[in-house]
């Protein structure tokens, strides 16, 4: 533990003391980042049904400009549990170690890896056209196909060459992800590329169209996602709105087909003088398979998304085949917090085998807080109730599996510092 942030962090400072003598500027900053989660499963079948676990997330990063057209941005992280590592007190560098109290053995994971990592340059050929090239987070839209996950520990990240275009009528991404290397064949390799374009000659309103391309060189997979975006509000009289559709097409290996779709609408209304209270509905729907047998896959692939906040917290629903509906409402009782109230009802799209189609509820209750401009405090408390469809959903955390018609609930305290 100790050598890999002690690298990390004299490379860190040896690069930032390199460009600042050299050029513009130099801005360190960092995170710090601890949650803690209980969960209490008592209905589950599953061998552990209850327990909890704090885990941390800590980043520095240096952000420096090279030039007026250029900067570099690196991010060293930190993840791990509580007690990951068995003993924090024990100095060696083994990734074997020792259980402290039971005398066991275990292998101790370094939590210490490079988040982010890109050179990026901008006015291109005199245009306002950039490049940026390295390990970087992404996100697009309301996350539900890339997103950044933030909420993950770990967080997602891509190895991508990304080009950027901005202009008064729109904004244009056009990106290529390396997933995974075989280290072998170079069509072997798994890839996502992108169209991503923004347009503002709407007023009031934000529309994204968008091009999406999974490759998997070893499956022979190759499908394309098209879709679009609108996301505005009717000022005059506190109405909000959000929808998207996307559809996918292509060959998931050489003789099987991806034929699916998936839609999302949210809508909402705010009374200002209630404590900025709003009130509001939402409705997803993505594709399921109705035959497994057949050569075309009809179930949609969200690709790399945000889940969490978008269908609920437990996070064991994704944008495929699922019809899920959300009532849900805010309100501000100071300028420094809010909190809110979701109510979700699961039906799967395509029945299982038994002819059930129920994937249960959930409320959760959530309060965001700002101590400062740096300070934010986050807590919610969720109650999952399982459905019949299945063979049982995942309760949060991995402490088991809720049986058909029984519920869990878990709850979860977080901090998060930032520094500059």
């Known amino acids: 533990m100790k050598r890999g942030w002690l690298i990390a962090l004299a490379t860190i400072i040896l690069a930032g003391g390199i460009v600042s003598t050299s050029y513009a500027e130099v801005k360190l900053g960092g995170e710090l980042r601890v949650r803690g989660v209980t969960v209490d499963n008592k209905e589950g079948a599953a061998t552990y049904t209850s327990g909890g676990f704090f885990e941390q997330r800590t980043r520095i990063n240096v952000d420096a400009s090279v030039d007026e057209n250029a900067k570099v941005f690196v991010q060293v992280q930190d993840s791990r549990k509580w007690g990951s590592e068995a003993s924090t007190i024990d100095t060696g560098l083994s990734t074997t170690c020792t259980i402290p109290d039971t005398g066991g053995t275990c292998t101790d994971t370094k939590g210490v890896d490079l988040s982010q990592g890109y050179v990026e340059i901008g006015k291109l050929f005199g245009q306002p056209l950039s490049v940026r090239l390295g390990r970087q987070a992404m996100a697009y839209g309301e ?44 069509g072997d390799d798994s890839n996502l590329n992108g169209l991503y374009a923004s347009l503002k000659v709407v007023p009031k309103n934000a529309v994204d169209v968008y091009l999406l391309n999974k490759t998997i060189g070893a499956s022979d997979t190759n499908f394309h996602t098209i879709g679009a975006r609108v996301k505005g509000a009717v000022a005059e009289v506190n109405v909000d709105y959000n929808a998207e559709v996307a559809i996918q097409t292509g060959d998931v290996t050489e003789d099987v087909k991806q034929q699916a779709s998936a839609f999302a609408v949210r809508a909402g209304y705010t009374l200002p003088d209630v404590m900025g209270l709003r009130v509001g509905v939402e409705y997803d729907n993505a594709s399921g398979d109705d035959d497994g047998t057949d050569d075309t896959v009809k179930t949609f692939d969200e690709l790399y998304p945000t ?19 959300s009532v849900n409402a805010s309100l501000k009782p100071m300028d420094n917090l809010t ?56 309760s949060y955390g991995g402490f088991g599996s ?19």
């Not at 395509?350 to 509820?361: A, I, L, P, S, V």
Request: some cysteine; overall charge negative; hydrophobic content about 40%.
């Open 339 to 394: 909190v809110a109230l979701e109510y979700w009802i699961y039906k799967a799209n395509e029945e299982d085998t038994d002819g059930n189609d129920d994937r249960g509820t959930e409320i959760n209750i959530k309060a965001n807080h700002d101590l400062s401009k740096n300070i934010a405090c986050e807590a919610a408390y969720v109650m999952r109730a399982n459905g019949d469809y299945g063979a049982g959903t995942a």
């Open 402 to 420: 809720i049986p058909d018609d029984e519920s869990s609930t878990f709850g979860y305290f977080m901090i998060n510092v930032k520094f500059m």
């Open 307 to 325: 889940g969490h906040y978008l269908w609920g917290f437990t996070d064991d629903i994704k944008w495929q085949n699922v019809n899920a509906i």
């Open 143 to 186: 996350h539900r196909l890339i997103g950044a996950l933030e909420w993950s520990n770990n967080a997602r990240r891509f190895d991508a060459l990304k080009f950027t275009y901005k202009h008064d009528a729109v904004d244009v991404d056009v990106f290529t992800a390396k997933l995974s290397e075989t280290g072998g064949v170079f």
